[in-house]
């Protein structure tokens, strides 16, 4: 019962209501049942147009949606400990408003327990975020929009214990360079895993589900024909491998968003910036447009340090507002071939990528972090997403120049 906190139920009145147990409750028996449940469950009902019952789930929190989303990615371990009342002290103090928080991080971690023992991610759940009932009350008392980041289809845990879910090399499953195995995007029992976990998150109160690693590993199409794996329903399409990966990756977001809709969340899908200067990133499913048409937010991960010689900038790390101009003018291209597009809300880079070499990079700090800002709000791009893999992000920072 603890897991169910209050439901909107938005409709005429019918025959059936969902019990807690998740069951259909007879006619006859709903006033008992409501009556039992009159703590736990808040119940209205208003006609719809189309005279069909809609539920809308209530945690019991309220959060507004800010002037402008203008936010810092949090670790379960910052969101669980110390570094967590430096973070809230640094919103309180700037004109940052939201928190991106792991709550299923790059290798399959769930980063809290589960309250139900019997829960199907009890096993994975790590006591990272110890009391999740209570960061996310002191984040609506500041007035902190909170988001969910669940990483999906990079998940060395999963494809550890299902191995059938994953790649298989020789008799092994497969790891990337950094030792990260990946799951994948072709069958339907790894998306409800993940939107499970998602499900969860919303009752918990996020406003906000963010997917990331919605995709097949970088390089996929040079091991597509030779890694064992299950291509599930979209073996017999009559399209090609690329086509069948990015119908795949753009099917997973569209039904995630189906199946949270009666939460009340908006949902967010994390890309890599230069999926939008292509037609499609076919080798590892990503096809901006595409999956842009199924998400309320899309946020693109434009770091300067991640490009190459793009838009005929040779080294994009030492220009960070030029590389974001010219982004922020082809996403916006882009975004406006929509019929509905969704809010463009980039992640950008506060951290120094010394990795590139001499020459290659420069130190980021306060002026090349307001840089990059300042690209976006000239292009007419007013949200945002600061991203410190450590969650020590830059001071003095100017965030609404």
């Known amino acids: 019962m603890n897991a169910i906190k209050r439901m909107a139920l938005i409709g005429i009145a019918f025959a059936g209501v969902i019990s807690t147990s998740g069951g259909p409750v007879q006619a006859e028996e709903t006033p008992t049942v409501l009556n039992h449940q009159k703590n736990q469950l808040a119940l209205t009902a208003k006609s719809l147009p189309d005279g069909m019952a809609r539920f809308v789930y209530d945690s019991g929190l309220t959060f507004t949606y800010p002037d402008a989303v203008r936010g810092i990615y949090v670790t379960g371990h910052s969101a669980g400990g110390s570094n967590f009342n430096k973070l809230v002290n640094l919103l ?74 994953s790649y298989v090399d020789g008799k092994a499953v497969w790891k990337n360079g950094r030792g990260e195995s990946f799951v994948n995007p072709f069958l339907k029992e790894v998306w409800d895993y993940n939107v499970g976990i998602a499900i969860e998150a919303a009752k918990m109160g996020f406003q906000e589900i963010q997917f990331d690693y919605v995709r097949f590993p970088e390089g996929f199409e040079t091991r597509d024909s030779t890694l064992k794996y299950d291509m599930g329903e979209y073996k017999d399409l009559k399209i090609d491998n690329n086509q069948k990966r990015v119908k795949a990756v753009t099917d997973f977001v569209s039904y995630a968003r189906e199946k949270l809709k009666p939460y009340g969340v908006k949902v967010s899908v994390d890309i890599f910036g230069y ?104 292009n007419g791009i007013d949200e945002y997403l600061l991203w410190n893999a450590g969650n020590h992000y830059t001071p003095n920072v100017d965030y609404a120049p």
């Open 92 to 165: 309180d103090r700037t004109e940052l408003n939201a928190m991106v928080i792991d709550i299923k991080d790059d290798w399959g971690n769930v980063t809290y327990q589960p309250e139900d023992p019997k829960s199907a991610y009890a096993g994975i759940g790590k006591n990272y975020i110890k009391e999740p009932a209570e960061m996310l009350k002191e984040l609506e008392k500041k007035k902190i929009y909170p988001v969910a980041r669940i990483v999906v289809f990079k998940d060395s845990i999963l494809s550890k214990q299902k191995p059938e879910l």
């Open 275 to 378: 999926s939008a200067t292509l037609p499609e990133a076919p080798g590892i499913g990503q096809n901006f447009s595409k999956i842009s048409e199924n998400v309320d937010v899309i946020s693109s991960m434009i770091y300067p340090s991640h490009w190459t010689s793009y838009f005929g900038i040779a080294k994009p790390d030492l220009e960070p507002y030029k590389l974001v101009q010219e982004y922020a003018k082809l996403e916006n291209k882009k975004l406006a071939e929509l019929e509905t597009p969704p809010t463009s809300r980039p992640w950008i880079q506060d951290f120094t990528a010394s990795y590139l070499g001499a020459g290659n990079y420069k130190k980021y700090g306060k002026a090349e972090v307001e840089a990059q800002i300042k690209a976006l709000k000239d």
